[in-house]
């Protein structure tokens, strides 16, 4: 066997051996379908999984640069979170990473583009019809909550820029349904707070040098919250950029937080 033919051996070996050892892997692949299409999702389940016990659930909700159809740009941010081993054993939780079309946006929200081509988030909508991405959402959400290993008084949902924003109005469409939120750089009309105030707590982040999405919408959120009476805690990070997601993920007590909520 020649020098040529044991290199390309070697480089396909490793390349099966990283891939084997990917440990996205361990999220695996489904499609649910809706009465209007189909959503691609990703979902980790607990490690010992047993399908006879009760396990909370985590909604993770991706932002516009991971829309496709792969079912795998979900996964960029959010999921080491979720697969580090302590919080496995520490969480244990059927967690669910949903992916969004490339076509379309979890969020109502008005977001024209200006002279240089660039996208700017203007205001968001509250008596829209959703998307339809948003609709499989909804309807995902009800068929888990008919899963008889999902605890349906621990259901949460999190999300990062289009995902936060899809956050807000996922909790606001289903207000009933969340124990916990916890929306990252995203936003929505501080009219729809009433709508949810009282029922879901949220923990809301955003960075105080986000030149994508307005830190003024975390804030009015979390001041509208506040204002109906919700419980609400606002972590604004004065060094961060867009990718406020990042000291979110290694806040100490961010899974703390979420799985200690029970619906009320």
Known sequence: MNK?????????????????????????HGQHEFK??????????????????????????HGAGERGENNE??????????LDAQNRKDFPAVVIFP???????????????DENGKR????????KKPHQSMKGLMSMVD?????????????YVMGLSMGGMGTFELVSRMPKTFAAAAPICGGDNPKS??????KVPFW???????????????????KAIEAKGGKVKLTLYPNANHNSWDPAFAEPELLPWLFSKTKH
């Open 4 to 28: 040529v033919s044991l290199v390309l051996i070697a480089l396909i070996c490793a390349i099966n051996i990283t891939h084997a050892q990917n440990p996205k892997d361990a999220f695996e």
């Open 36 to 61: 209007e299409g189909s959503l691609n999702y990703r979902v980790l389940y607990p490690e010992g999984f047993d399908p006879s016990k009760k396990y909370p659930l985590v909604l993770f909700l």
């Open 73 to 82: 740009k979900q996964l960029i941010h959010g999921s080491k979170l979720f």
């Open 99 to 113: 992916q969004c079309p490339p076509d379309d946006y979890w969020a109502n929200v008005h977001r024209p583009l």
């Open 120 to 127: 700017h988030f203007t205001f968001f909508k509250t008596s």
């Open 143 to 155: 068929s888990l909550s008919s899963v008889s290993h999902i605890d349906t008084e621990r259901m």
């Open 193 to 198: 707070a009433k709508k949810y105030a009282k």
């Open 204 to 222: 809301i982040f955003h960075g105080l040098k986000d030149d994508v999405v307005p830190p003024h919408f975390s804030q009015d959120m979390a």
